[in-house]
């Protein structure tokens, strides 16, 4: 049943019908193949076809044309389920999601951080437990992971935080759940996520920068992700930006990740309290210091923290004006843990990228912040088993 959904589609004309209705909310055969330019009679046996396979159904009759009230039909979103995972340096977790995006259940491996065999396990452990809180048919396992990913073979070629070499994932993962399994960088999937699920829905160029303790950033071109020759497309976080930066862990100073970095923004942070005592006051005083306690002392204006937020927002200024520099996108997207420091600090990235672009450029792009939230990486690894799979949306 999993792998004969993929089986099923192959036939082009089959994806082509199930596009156009997954495009619609709900649409009438006559509608499809006008859309479709394919007979009606075509239509039908397809939608038929889909309808056995529940993957479409029937949701009543629309308005009438001059004849007979028509049929409608529509996806049933919940007619598979895919396994996702987003195996970030905050935590990894895991979700189960419909055909529409919809997050039914959920799990957490907490705040932990997994390296090697024991991040190979963790992973089992959460897609077990996934698997068992359905009785749906599953379309496939996508994973968003940090690192180096050749998605052709499905290798984790390098994933220093993981401790991943060379990692065969979607192997391990095919032959232990006999399902299909995809796996790309997370930045690469949350770029995706934007084209499936964001605000940007359809709009076939977009790029993401993903920030939180990493950087990196993800590339949409005409409605699929551009991997680069190497699968490092968008690789930004090691661009060197800051003249008298700080020594990363890549050997180089000044790269994005040190200067913009949650962690680097944290760390500036902590220096700051150790100097000046009661400058930034935290919401609770015996954790540590949080992005949430920056965030407020930027709101509140205190000028030291002003300082490092505006330092962090020139340097993700520096790398977005190159990317549109490069790329000639318009439409640009803010997403990850950077993004609690909200629209405030959304206004110094645009004002410092706006600087470094040619006016007529920077006039047509916008870039905003992602209306995902914390779950962008889960979603793109959903739209990634989705679009590879059935070739959606
Ligand atoms: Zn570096």
């Not at 452990?125 to 698997?131: R, T, W």
């Not at 499905?154 to 759940?177: C, H, M, T």
């Not at 309290?273 to 002392?297: I, S």
Request: hydrophobic share 40%.
């Amino acid at each position: 049943m999993k792998k004969a959904t993929r089986q099923f589609t192959k036939n082009h004309n089959i994806t082509l019908v199930l596009k156009t209705i997954f495009q619609q909310t709900a649409v009438s055969r006559a509608e499809v193949a006008r859309i479709t330019r394919l007979t009606r009679t075509t239509v039908s046996d397809i939608v038929g076809a889909l309808i056995e396979e529940g993957l479409v159904h029937e949701v009543g009759v629309g308005e009438s044309l001059g004849g007979k009230r028509p049929m409608l039909v529509a996806i049933e979103k919940d007619a598979r389920v895919i396994l996702c995972m987003d195996l970030s340096r905050r935590g990894f977790r895991g979700a189960l999601v419909n055909l529409r995006g919809e997050i039914l259940e959920r799990t957490n491996g907490g705040r932990e951080h997994y390296r090697g065999e024991a991040a190979l396990q963790q992973v089992f452990a959460q897609l077990d437990n996934l698997v068992e809180k359905t009785s749906q048919p599953i379309l496939g396992i996508g994973i968003g992971t940090p690192g180096l990913i050749d998605t052709r073979e499905g290798v984790v070629r390098r994933a220093v935080n993981l401790d991943w070499n060379d990692l065969p994932l979607k192997k391990i993962l095919s032959e232990r759940y006999h399902l299909p399994v995809h796996v790309a960088n997370d930045s690469h999937v949350a770029a995706l996520a934007e084209y499936s699920y964001g605000e940007l829905r359809d709009v076939p160029n977009l790029v993401v920068v993903k920030a939180g303790e990493g950087i990196g950033s993800g590339i949409v071109l005409g409605g699929k992700i551009f991997y680069g020759d190497g699968f490092a497309a968008g690789e930004i976080g090691h661009l060197v930006v800051g003249d008298n930066g700080l020594l990363c862990t890549c050997g180089n100073y000044g790269c994005l990740e040190t200067e913009a970095g949650t962690r680097a923004i944290l760390q500036r942070a902590a220096n700051l309290v150790e100097q000046h005592p009661g400058v930034l006051p935290q919401a609770n005083p015996n954790a540590k210091l949080n992005l949430e306690d920056v965030h407020q002392a930027f709101l509140a204006g205190v000028p030291q923290v002003t300082e490092l937020v505006s330092a962090a927002a020139r340097a993700l200024g520096v790398a977005i004006a190159n990317l549109i520099g490069v790329l000639d996108m318009q439409q640009v997207i803010l997403s990850g843990e950077i993004t609690e420091l909200g629209e405030p600090f959304l206004d110094l990235v645009r004002q410092q990228a706006r600087r470094r672009v040619l006016s007529d450029m920077v006039e047509n792009t916008t870039l905003r912040l992602s209306s995902l939230g914390a779950d962008h990486v889960l979603l793109g690894a959903s739209a990634l088993v989705l679009s590879q799979e059935l070739e959606l949306p």
